[in-house]
């Protein structure tokens, strides 16, 4: 049956909403965002084309590179310590015992919760004569003036983010109940004990959700700025100035728009290298079951 | 072999590897099998008090007076709870207005974000036309793609359409729905059975009448869980109304809140602060504690198991 041209094109309808806001918010600010990062822009005067001096200039900011160092150092930390934690969990909620549902839920409300209030809780608990220090006096450790300290600012920030793993710890629960049943009955069968279950079985059949979050964990380190913004503001000596924090510092604080749009494209093709690298790189370790049988 | 000896009754004449293996498997049974209950209850038991600590430390945080915070060491629990911080803290700032911008914007996400990407999931789902897995891969792509990248021209255009400081530029652009609720609702309405829509289609029902009588009445659960979703994450959301909100009364509650760490007193207000977040974390708990297997379900069924 020959379908008309309306017939073959009518499903389309449905996807012009999305379509409709992918050109004004997503297409348009895009391009114009590279158009702005080639000029001088200062949000009042119209844009001079400078081409790629924002670039060279970022180039050579000091500030800048030191931003890209304690995004690093963030992700570093951050993004395995979230995976290891989350891995932990994930499989502590997938054993068959009662009050799961509860205890499942504990565990995620802190990620639900994320945002500036539980943001500025942390700036209670971090106090130096907070509860946090208190508990390390308890055991003997002098604890450190966290927030304040040019040493431990980054640190504060890496221990708060292990509090809020609930996604990531929900993605391996998924996936840990998409493990056929069958291959540790076989396991069993074969002798293997729980170790080695764990890590012939489960390990290689969740590489692909391991993936998934280490690639959406980096992406999200290159994102933080909240938690920045409002525990530290950047501080103290710049040790917590994350790339987007002196991207806004740039745009809004000092209206610096030219130059903070080529701060953003930086950082755009920063994250795009390192999805396309894992993306390459997990060819070798992550083990997608129909592979093997095609 | 194993499975065999279980089978076996203890008196029978059995060989005596067999025997063994009995023994064994009754000595995991009687200890390691409880031993491991208790272990696994004690873990459960000591994370689930290291992550719901700080909610606990937040309550009490808002019963402190503000010079309370500063003695060494502060009270583990302040007695007579200060609850002057709550009346306090509606005196501080424009709360009202905050929570009423902060309902007005969740409300859309809810509804319109929520029903405009179903609509656009239906369409990736169940209907078919030449580019529609391209344009897919394009919503997809979409995800990946760090919003902060356009936040500068997208601050231009709000100032040149006067949106800025006022809640446009955070509804306006949600009648594209969410690249993440489409993926989620998309992968949801595939697993409907084809011949449900091909039944109705017989029948002379149009796509848009099949979406509405077949497609999501079954998929409610799905549909709550991206409602949910978006409840939350409007909620939340700080990064853009930062930037576009500029005026005290007419920001959501996420960014008024700051006023109280950085805004017209000398010091932190530790306890009004503490006030303000258990205020604005109250309507997510309870969402949260009304829709929870919604979540738990919910991630399950985006299918990203992979």
Not at chain 1, 33 to 61: C, H, K, Q, V
Not at chain 1, 141 to 164: N, V
Not at chain 1, 246 to 271: D, E, P, R, T
């Amino acid at each position: 049956m020959r379908r008309t041209f309306w017939q073959q094109w009518n499903g389309i309808l449905f996807a012009v909403p999305w379509l409709l806001q992918f050109v004004l918010f997503i297409v348009v600010p895009f391009a114009a965002s590279f158009w702005l990062s080639l000029t001088d822009y200062r949000f009042r005067d119209f844009p001079n084309m400078i081409w790629f001096e924002n670039y060279a200039d970022l180039a050579g900011d000091e500030v800048f590179l030191k931003s890209i160092f304690n995004t690093l150092y963030y992700t570093v930390f951050h993004v395995p310590g979230v995976m290891i934690i989350s891995f932990f969990i994930a499989i502590l909620l997938n054993q068959k015992v009662n009050g799961m549902p509860l205890f499942r839920t504990l565990f995620y409300l802190p990620s639900v919760t994320a945002g500036v209030a539980t943001i500025m809780l942390w700036l209670v608990i971090l106090q130096p004569n907070g509860i946090l220090n208190q508990a390390l006096g308890l055991v003997g450790i002098p604890g450190p003036r966290w927030l304040t300290s040019t040493q431990w600012a980054m640190p504060s920030l890496i221990i708060m983010s292990f509090w809020t793993v609930g996604t990531t710890m929900i993605l391996y629960l998924a996936g840990l109940q998409g493990i056929p049943q069958h291959l540790y009955e076989a396991a069993s069968i074969d002798g293997a004990g729980h170790l080695r279950k764990l890590w012939h079985v489960t390990v290689p059949m969740m590489t692909p959700t391991i993936f998934l979050t280490l690639v959406l964990g980096i992406i999200g380190s290159w994102q933080v700025f909240t938690q920045a913004l409002i525990l530290t503001g950047g501080g103290p000596a710049n040790a917590t100035l994350f790339v987007l924090l002196y991207l806004y510092n740039k745009a809004f604080l000092i209206f610096q728009m030219g130059y903070a749009s080529a701060i953003a494209w930086v950082l755009f093709v920063i994250i795009l290298i390192f999805t396309l690298i894992q993306f390459i790189i997990a060819r070798r370790w992550v083990y997608y079951e129909y592979d093997e049988s095609g | 072999m194993a499975l065999l000896s279980e089978k076996a009754p203890p008196g029978s004449n059995v060989g005596g590897s067999m025997q063994s293996s009995v023994t064994i498997r009754g000595w995991r049974a009687r200890i390691l099998r409880p031993a491991w209950r208790v272990l696994v209850y004690a873990m459960l038991v000591g994370g689930s008090a290291i992550y719901g600590f700080p909610f606990a430390w937040m309550v009490r945080s808002s019963f402190m007076s503000i010079d309370q915070f500063y003695e060494d060491p502060p009270p583990f629990f302040p007695i007579p709870p200060n609850w002057a911080s709550y009346t306090e803290v509606w005196e501080s700032g424009p709360i009202v207005s905050w929570i009423i911008n902060s309902t007005i914007v969740t409300t859309f996400g809810v509804v319109v974000l929520t029903l405009v990407s179903a609509v656009v999931a239906f369409g990736f789902a169940r209907t078919e036309y030449p580019i529609r897995d391209v344009l897919f891969l394009l919503v997809i792509s979409t995800m990946m793609l760090p919003q902060h990248v356009t936040i500068i021209p997208k601050v231009i255009i709000f100032r040149d359409l006067r949106w800025l400081d006022t809640l446009l530029p955070l509804i306006v652009p949600m009648i594209g729905g969410s690249a993440f609720f489409i993926f989620i609702l998309r992968q949801f309405f595939r697993t409907i059975p084809k011949e449900l829509d091909d039944a109705a289609a017989i029948d002379g029902a149009s796509p848009v009448r099949i979406m509405f009588t077949i497609i999501f009445p079954l998929s409610k659960p799905a549909i709550a869980t991206v409602a949910v979703f978006s409840f939350i994450g409007n909620w939340n959301e700080f990064f853009e109304p930062f930037i576009y909100l500029n005026t005290p009364d007419r920001m959501t509650l996420a960014v008024g809140m700051r006023f109280f760490q950085a805004g017209m007193w000398e010091q932190p207000q530790l306890h009004l602060q503490m006030a303000i977040a258990l205020i604005s974390v109250a309507p997510i708990l309870i969402a949260f504690f009304f829709a929870q297997k919604h979540f738990i379900r919910g991630i399950t069924l985006t299918g990203i198991k992979g």
